[in-house]
């Protein structure tokens, strides 16, 4: 029986697996592309150590080294990705928990504790509160949102 959600953690994975080659050779450098390559790095391993010698898998590989991936390659080892996944479930929870975590850091997203969450970017709280503590830059607002400027014509 297909997993809900999978060809979508599937795709993702691929990308990120095309992204992280085609960084290799340009490491990032600071706190926020560090922790990006890491996630790239665990997702490439855990990919490589359960998929393995997967043909569509090395082709995407090869080809995003080379600078173009082909729609058709980045199908096959995405449909490669998912089968494997649909067949080892403990494979599908940390390749999508690999996918969140990489989705979240780039939102700005990092969890800290138990339920915490730091935010790199703009919070907005509709209900509930939002405590604020440790270094704070740009505006703070409370109360109601200030109006947004209309967008301009021309």
Do not use: C, W
């Not at 960084?23 to 990006?36: H, K, Y």
């Not at 996630?39 to 995407?60: E, I, K, Q, T």
């Not at 919070?123 to 270094?135: C, L, N, P, Y």
């Amino acid at each position: 029986m297909p997993i809900p959600g999978l060809e979508l953690v599937a795709g993702a994975a691929v990308g990120y697996l095309v992204r992280k080659v085609r960084r290799v050779g340009s490491r990032a450098d600071g706190e926020v592309d560090r922790v990006l390559d890491e996630g790239m790095d665990a997702l490439h391993d855990l990919v490589s150590g359960v998929v393995g010698d997967d043909p569509a898998v090395n082709r995407l590989l090869e080809q995003a080294g080379d600078g173009e991936v082909t729609e058709r390659t980045t199908r096959r080892a995405t449909d490669a990705i998912a089968d494997t996944a649909e067949e080892h479930p403990d494979f599908a929870d940390e390749l999508a928990g690999l996918v969140d975590r990489l989705q979240r850091h780039e939102a700005g997203l990092v969890q800290h504790g138990d339920g915490g969450v730091a935010a790199g970017r703009d919070v907005r709280a509709e209900t509930g509160g939002v405590v604020v503590g440790g270094d704070v830059s740009g505006g703070v607002t409370t109360g109601p949102h200030p109006p947004q400027p209309e967008p301009r014509e021309g």
